[in-house]
Each structure stands twice: as C-alpha cells, then as structure tokens.
C-alpha cells in the first residue's frame, strides 16, 4: 500500500539537531495518521506516494517544524505562586494561578526553565522552537485509517498521543 491521506504509517527515526545533538532515536516503529496532525506537513509531503521500506534523511528548517522563539513567550513570575517542589522542566498548562502577567496567552504549555529565590522562568515555546532538525526516518508498515482515526485526525486517544515530537525527552534545553 502507498502512503496517502487518510492512512496510517509506521515510522522509525533519528532526530538530530543541525549540529548532530541527538534529541530523539525511536527503533520501535510508532504509528502516525497522514492526513490530520500527528506529522509535520514536511514529513506528509515526502511521504505520499511511498511504501514500506522508505528511507530518507529530512532537513526542517524551524518553519518546517516547532516554528521560530519567540521571546515574547518568555515569562517572570513571582516564585510565592509555585509549589515548594517547582524545577525545571515542570510544565504547566495556561498562567499559573495567582499569575500577576495579565497578557500571558491561556491555551500554551509553559515549561519552567529556571527556578529563581524571587522567580521562576517560564517559556511558552516548544522546547525545540527556532531549532533546525535533522530527521532520519524509515517506514515500517502503512495501514487503513479506521473510522476512529479518521473522526479524531490522529491515531491515539486524540490526548496528544502519537503526534509527531508531541513530546520531547526530559531534561531537553536548547534554548
């Protein structure tokens, strides 16, 4: 079967920033749906038309991928606001309660970047904004959408599961 929207893609791969810093290597393929949101429009291009077996070494520009830093993303609160346990790399949906920021944007995930006596840093861009990639990818398998799959846009629970770099490792800083 050739890959094209709406279907499913197994994919393994190797993601490396422009300077070779490994950021992810999945050996076990994951599943993706082509057509919705899981892929980077990018990836979908390249892979439509293809079939198991696809090799291919893809360079994405930050348009391509997470999209240009944004400094305007980058926040200062006041560390009484945060739990005792607060660290880096803790994320948090929307401004804090108790935020005293009234322009923060409410529908972003802010990942704390540094925990101050007096603040706490918080960055409403993804953790690979800005940040050219090098992703080296291979196709595994290419099934039929189910009508699941094909309602929700994504395989998973339609929860974020399964979207492409959706979730970058722990402990990931390159800004």
Known sequence: MQ????????????????????IDDLGDPVEFYVGGDDLFAKVEEVLTGQGVGYQNTLHLEPEHAFGEYHAELVFFEERSIFPDEVSPGMQFEGPPPGSATPDMPADVIYTVTEVYDTHVVLDGNHPLAGVALVLQLEVRGVREATEAEMAQGSVGDGEGEGGLFSVVPPGTTLH
């Open 3 to 22: 890959i094209s929207a709406p279907c499913v893609v197994s994919l393994t791969w190797r993601l490396e920033d422009a300077h070779g810093q490994l």
